[in-house]
């Protein structure tokens, strides 16, 4: 028997008042896997994220999670079992250090896992131990988004939302962005990027969803993304 998928989202509809956003999205993410959510900007992929963490509840689907429907609970109640959210704007705490960031963020995971302590966080994320005892707010704008990320990871999250997390930074930055993520899934941690710089997501990630106008047009393996010139054309060139 195959082993149930870390999240699986269902014939998702979602509005925003009366206007329909989502129209009946699926999806779903196996353990271990690095998933691309592809689309041009207001394709739908931000708000797919907030809809499978319960900030933009389905009014029509559900979500699951290893077998578990966590539609209709509270964002912090779907935080503990086991999703952990890198918003687009990253949100990090601007008064308080990076230290205290992390140690805001840190929990043990839905089973209690506790795999990620400060010492494991500054050896994935080198740059973020000499900026230790700096005030969240002045940091760059990359240094940010690493931050946002290794917090999220202090709650030992099974699954790992991250919502366009190359937009705005500098390509140098990007780049590393993409190292760092390159190595979270070698060591086994869950993702699903929502990223319309498709060539981000291309050396790093093994599944592919592309979503158009709110619906799920196309999802592979990133190989067979890789070949389909018509959907890429179609959907994600710029």
Same mark, same amino acid.
């Given at each position: 028997m195959s082993e149930q998928p870390t999240i699986e989202a269902s014939d998702l509809d979602v509005y925003y008042g009366t206007s329909q956003i989502l129209f009946g999205v699926g999806l779903s993410v196996q353990k271990g896997d690095t998933m691309a959510l592809l689309g041009r900007n207001g394709a739908g992929k931000s708000t797919t994220m907030k809809a499978i963490m319960g900030l933009a509840p389905p009014r029509r689907g559900s979500v699951s999670m290893r077998g578990r429907v966590i539609s209709g609970l509270k964002p912090h109640h779907i935080a503990r079992a086991g999703l952990g959210f890198v918003p687009e704007d990253r949100q990090v705490f601007p008064e308080h250090t990076v230290e205290d960031n992390l140690l805001i963020g840190r929990?043990?995971?839905?089973?209690?896992?506790d795999e990620w302590s400060l010492k494991r966080i500054y050896e994935v994320f080198p740059l973020l131990e000499p900026l230790r005892y700096r005030i969240a707010g002045r940091l760059s704008g990359g240094e940010q988004q690493m931050l946002a990320m290794a917090r999220t990871l202090m709650g030992n999250p099974a699954l790992l939302l991250l919502d366009e997390p190359s937009e705005g930074l500098a390509p140098i930055i990007v780049q590393? &962005?993409?190292? %760092? %993520?390159?190595?979270?899934? +070698?060591?086994?941690?869950? &993702?699903? &990027?929502?990223?319309?710089n498709m060539h981000f997501c291309l050396g790093l990630a093994n599944r592919a969803t592309v979503i158009d106008k709110g619906q799920i047009?196309? +999802?592979a393996s990133i190989e067979e993304l890789k070949r389909n010139d018509e959907v890429r054309q179609r959907y994600l060139a710029l």
């Open positions: 929990k043990k995971g839905p089973d209690g896992e590393r &962005i993409a190292e %760092l %993520l390159q190595q979270l899934r +070698s060591i086994g941690v869950t &993702i699903l &990027i929502a990223e319309q047009v196309y +999802s």
